[in-house]
């Protein structure tokens, strides 16, 4: 039995430390499709869309974006 207050045995990670592992599994699956967000979005097993706005959200940019 835990005590009122008392902080449980399994913490749930932080809302920050998660955003970092979503960004890094993000850009890692973006590299390995060769910056191809489609198929990026297909090995990480969400929508395109919801990619897109993962992408925005995090300020993530292609190696090649802004060379214009």
């Known amino acids: ?6 902080p449980s ?4 990670a932080e809302p920050a430390a998660l955003d970092g592992v979503e960004k890094r599994e993000i850009l ?3 590299k ?3 910056w191809n ?3 990026a979005a297909r ?3 969400i929508a ?5 706005q993962k992408i925005r959200g995090y300020g ?8 214009e």
Request: aromatic share 6%; charged share 20%; proline share 6%.
């Open 1 to 6: 039995q835990r005590l009122a207050g008392a």
């Open 9 to 12: 045995a399994r913490q749930p």
């Open 28 to 30: 890692r699956a973006l």
């Open 32 to 34: 390995a499709a060769r």
């Open 37 to 39: 967000r489609a198929a």
């Open 43 to 45: 090995a990480l097993g």
């Open 48 to 52: 395109r869309s919801t990619l897109y």
């Open 60 to 67: 993530i940019q292609a190696p090649w974006a802004g060379d």
